[in-house]
């Protein structure tokens, strides 16, 4: 199968582990990234500078991306650059480019990982038999909503005949929140985020501390894991906190920020340090209070680092309860607590969950290659 894969930087990390299982599997796959001033650092994309010109090129133009080429082949994987972001005549010259594109590659199918830009809409129109459309968030997080994304889904969604949701949660949501019918709407899910193996030190020794990492937003819930670890440092009192991320922070933790056990880190993190950060941790913490799914819980796993997480979203269908992690109730101090001490009080049972996680990357839910093979039955329907 010949296929197109249109996706966005904030994906990367999800999306090169899919790309390289469908090149594997033998589809023949070009795959275009949209680059703006906004993207440059995102996943595992890492560009100090956008190149000042519009248009599309290959992944090579920029250098700090051939670094990929250990992972995944990269002579089909381009960039369409938008220098100035995506509104403006620039944007829609690139939008032109985009669809032009399209046409010349004569592609059986275009994947659009999230919906497409305003500009593609009407010339999307020709190719819609060949569109399907992943959606990661049902409906926007909290603290997040896009009315440009609402828009895009109530046009997109009449002329789209297939969408990927990734997890079963997610249905319902997405097809009450836009009117979608559910027989236009299939499910497959995330595996683990393997290409973080790349980065860091592998010979990364476990340190004595619990890991909070990815970007600070309010559904993200870090005052409740802090006052969680209120309470697990009466016990544990040589455990420290870390969270790792950049983004405002949404509640005052200046009272936090005086405790010796608690390290606030509130800048992007690089690959290298945040695969160091996740290998040294004892556990990596998800205190959400709504979610979809979490490349959190996927990039520990990726690293066999057990995860505590709420039971909002996909969460529960990411994670083993009891064999890959424990799953809590969101906003609930006390169970959190609860958690994160039994982890403390059992190195075993945390080696076990270890061991657990490696096997289902290589066979169970964590294995790109069942997802691949999840997408193309899709894809064939």
């Not at 249905?171 to 193996?197: C, E, Q």
């Not at 009891?322 to 799953?327: A, R």
Request: proline share 5%.
């Amino acid at each position: 199968m010949k296929i197109l894969y249109y996706s966005r930087t904030c994906f990367g990390d999800c999306d090169f582990p899919l790309i390289k299982a469908l090149i594997a599997q033998g589809h023949d796959v070009t795959v275009l990234y949209s680059m703006t001033p906004r993207s440059l650092k995102s996943t595992v994309f890492n560009i100090n500078q956008i190149i000042p010109k519009s248009g599309i090129f290959p992944l090579t133009a920029y250098s700090e991306l051939k670094i990929f080429s250990s992972y995944v082949p990269i002579e089909n994987i381009y960039i369409a650059n938008e220098p100035v972001g995506r509104f403006g005549w620039s944007s829609f010259m690139v939008a032109m480019n985009v669809l032009s594109f399209f046409k010349k590659g004569n592609y059986d199918l275009i994947q659009y990982i999230e919906t497409p830009s305003l500009f593609h809409f009407v010339p999307l129109w020709f190719f819609r038999n060949k569109l399907v459309v992943t959606i990661h968030d049902g409906k926007p997080h909290t603290g997040e909503g896009d009315r440009q994304e609402d828009i895009r889904r109530s046009i997109v969604k009449w002329y789209v005949k297939k969408f990927i949701v990734l997890n079963k949660a997610e249905v319902d949501v997405f097809a009450k929140g836009y009117n979608v019918p559910k027989d236009r709407i299939f499910t497959s899910h995330l595996g683990y985020y393997d290409m973080l193996r790349m980065y860091g030190d592998v010979n990364k020794k476990k340190e004595n501390y619990v890991l909070f990492f990815g970007r600070i937003s309010p559904y993200k819930g870090v005052e409740y894991l802090f006052r969680a670890m209120e309470r697990v440092h009466k016990v544990h009192p040589n455990v420290k906190v870390i969270v790792a991320g950049s983004g405002e922070m949404y509640f005052d933790a200046s009272e936090y920020e005086k405790y010796e056990y608690v390290k606030i880190v509130n800048r992007f993190i690089e690959l290298d340090e945040l695969a160091d950060l996740i290998r040294g941790a004892l556990f990596t913490v998800c205190p959400y209070t709504d979610a979809t799914q979490s490349g959190v819980v996927y990039s520990s796993f990726a690293l066999n680092t057990p995860v505590i997480a709420t039971n909002v979203g996909g969460l529960p269908e990411m994670i083993d309860n009891g064999k890959t992690g424990i799953i809590v109730p969101p906003k609930d101090v006390d169970a959190l607590a609860i958690a994160i001490q039994s982890y403390l009080d059992n190195p075993v049972l945390l080696q076990q969950m270890s061991e657990n996680i490696a096997e289902s990357a290589r066979l169970g839910k964590g294995s790109w290659n069942v997802i691949a093979k999840e997408y193309v039955e899709i894809y064939n329907k």
